[in-house]
């Protein structure tokens, strides 16, 4: 705990700096990697508690104050008080990171409302699929893009800034990624079933079996736990959470960054697995197809042709995650099953082989479009990869 000597240095350091002014105000530096650290410690408050959050509501009974909703609205209070700050003295951020920042602040806290009055009137509502746990993603997804705007406008060039946008990117990747987490627990949740076995606390199945208007039996389960269309899953893997490994690789521009971001958020999923699993939480399929396609779009991007890339990048990258998919649902569930002794259990949700065209589309749209954004930005600038610094100034 800091001693009061320490936070009287700290708020006569911050103060001077409270003052009212524009976006894109001249920012010191030692105040903007402050302020960008704070994003790092809010985004990694949010990460802990929405992966405890889905695991916690495939065993009990949702509750507005349970430890993960705890854990993620400390996130929350950081990135309001950062937005505000960002917003009130202008540091730190161009007009259209801000914009971001603050539309994105302001759509997740319009759905907390809206998501507790969902649950209030329509009872359990278990899938991450709903309106109103999309708005919450959907504000997260603008926040931190305007987190990455602001960092990769301002920070200086180095190692520090490569690092720490990686970083921000693997945070932008778990947002797009977490609604999937659903299906991740929902086909162990039905294999624990199969195998005689349940993950869920009897309330929680008692309660979901009444909303349905069911016994509890397996068709019940399958609603409980697997309520969307199994295309769902590999078509947004591919098209959504895909496409933020190929952005994160056109704007920080160094071979290898698709691999590692997608490879820091794999890494944290196998981490806590075990963690949720010795201390009675249900497990997760990890989704470890990521990581392939990471090096798929690594690779790709060793081609000079912006539309050769795209073409090649969408086929390639398609072809490996349904790949990977295939053989996590088919080599891998035995191996980690056997484990906990329950064969087949650790597998990955039903990639629906036949959806794999329209993924391959969708991600070829999205790789084009961003291909022809990067393309245009560097015809407008000598240097797009390394923007020019926020100059040092006092206050």
Do not use: C
Not at 217 to 240: E, H, S
Request: glycine content about 10%; hydrophobic content about 50%; overall charge positive.
């Amino acid at each position: 705990m800091k001693s009061p000597a320490s936070i009287k240095k700290a708020a006569e350091w911050a103060l001077p700096y409270w003052t009212r002014g524009q976006a894109g105000r001249e920012t010191p530096q030692d105040l903007f990697r402050v302020l960008y650290f704070g994003w790092l410690a809010a985004f990694t408050l949010k990460l802990l508690g929405s992966a405890w959050d889905v695991s916690w509501h495939f065993k009990w009974l949702r509750d507005d104050l349970a430890p993960p909703h705890l854990l993620n609205s400390a996130g929350t209070v950081i990135a309001v008080a950062l937005t505000v700050i960002h917003g009130y003295t202008g540091y730190g951020v161009d007009k259209a990171a801000l914009r971001l920042i603050q539309w994105g602040t302001g759509i997740f806290l319009v759905a907390v409302p809206l998501d507790l009055i969902n649950h209030r009137v329509n009872g359990l509502d278990i899938t991450s699929w709903s309106p109103s746990h999309i708005m919450l993603y959907t504000g997260t997804f603008f926040m931190i893009a305007g987190v990455i705007r602001g960092w990769f406008m301002g920070a200086p060039p180095g190692r520090e800034r490569v690092v720490v946008l990686g970083a921000f990117f693997a945070f932008f990747l778990e947002n797009v990624h977490f609604p999937e987490q659903h299906q991740e627990y929902g086909i162990l949740s039905i294999g624990a079933w199969d195998n005689q076995a349940t993950y869920a606390e009897p309330i929680l199945l008692r309660f979901a079996a009444d909303q349905m208007g069911r016994p509890v039996d397996r068709t019940m389960m399958t609603g409980f736990a697997l309520p969307v269309p199994d295309f769902l899953y590999p078509v947004y893997a591919v098209v959504a959470v895909l496409s933020v490994l190929v952005v994160a690789r056109l704007l920080i521009g160094r071979f290898g960054t698709a691999t590692l971001v997608a490879a820091s958020y794999v890494g944290f999923r196998t981490l806590i697995w075990p963690l949720l699993t010795f201390t009675g939480f249900p497990p997760s399929a990890v989704p470890f197809f990521m990581v392939v396609a990471g090096l798929v779009v690594d690779l790709v991007f060793l081609l000079r042709l912006p539309a050769l890339r795209a073409v090649l990048g969408a086929v390639g990258v398609t072809a490996a995650a349904y790949g990977t998919l295939i053989a996590q649902s088919t080599l891998m569930g035995p191996v980690y099953g056997a484990l906990k002794g329950q064969e087949g259990l650790l597998g990955a949700p039903p990639p629906a082989t036949s959806s794999a065209v329209w993924a391959g589309a969708g991600l070829l749209a999205v790789w084009a479009v961003a291909e022809w954004v990067v393309g245009r930005r560097k015809a407008q600038s000598a240097d797009p990869i390394e923007p020019p610094v926020i100059a040092a100034a006092t206050p």
